[in-house]
């Protein structure tokens, strides 16, 4: 499938801490994502990125910021995790907003 | 935003059957998207089906615009096909688009 690797792929942090989760692709894709999955909600969308040091707020922002210095590499930081930020992240990426979207395997956050 | 709802919710069939997941929208929509959530946590693509029918393997799937609806037809289940089905779309809305809106899902239980 589209080369996207998640970098960590599990986490285990206290509340309080500072986070960062990568998201590298290969494709060189314009478009990058950040998903959460929580039981109950399904995926929501945390932030996107339509190109190097463009992003935009999705539905679920509050707590969180993203960076992207490179087409290749999204990341999704939690200044100060919370216990609520407990979830499955993803990344997806894009051609184009109305391209298929590609996911990479997800990082699993525990936040105690 | 869109709405996107999914039926059943779950479902348990025996190996062999066929079964019908459907994905209701509550707008136009310029991308829809159907995924497998393995029970690994990966999210398989299946189809990218914004209108008309497609089909791969067992598996097809047709969206019908204009009345806002999408099918994915499974038929001679395997038990390898049991996990959860995702329906997902993106509507592009004049100040731009804000990534997939997921459904929540249908839960599929194929037994030997």
């Known amino acids: 499938d589209a080369g996207i690797t998640q970098s960590p792929r599990h986490k285990v942090t206290e509340t309080g801490t500072p986070v960062t989760l990568r998201c590298h692709q290969t494709?060189?894709?314009?478009?990058m994502y950040w998903y959460r999955q929580d039981p109950g909600h399904g995926l929501r969308l945390i932030h996107y990125?339509?190109?190097?040091?463009?992003?935009d707020k999705g539905e679920v922002s509050d707590g969180y910021s993203v960076s992207r210095s490179k087409t290749e590499d999204f990341l999704l930081t939690l200044e100060s995790a919370t216990s609520s930020q407990t979830s499955v992240y993803f990344c997806?990426?894009?051609?184009?907003?109305?391209?298929?979207?590609?996911f990479g395997d997800g990082t699993r956050l525990s936040i105690l | 935003g869109i709405q996107v709802e999914q039926s059943p919710p779950d479902l348990i069939l025996q190996e062999g059957a066929n079964s019908t997941l459907r994905c209701n929208f509550s707008?136009?929509?310029?991308?829809l998207q159907w995924f497998h959530q393995n029970p690994w946590g990966q999210l398989i693509n299946l189809f990218y089906?914004?209108?008309g029918t497609k089909q791969n393997g067992r598996l097809s799937a047709t969206t019908v615009a204009t009345e806002r609806y999408s099918l994915l037809y499974i038929s001679s289940s395997q038990t390898t096909d049991s996990g959860v089905y995702f329906c997902?779309?993106?509507?592009?809305?004049?100040?731009?688009?804000?990534?997939?809106?997921f459904g929540k899902g249908t839960h599929l239980i194929i037994q030997p």
């Open positions: 990125s339509y190109g190097v040091k463009d992003t």
């Open positions: 997806a990426i894009s051609e184009s907003w109305d391209q298929p979207q590609h």
């Open positions: 997902a779309a993106v509507m592009y809305s004049g100040g731009g688009a804000d990534g997939l809106t």
């Open positions: 089906i914004p209108s």
């Open positions: 707008d136009s929509v310029n991308n």
């Open positions: 494709e060189n894709h314009r478009y």
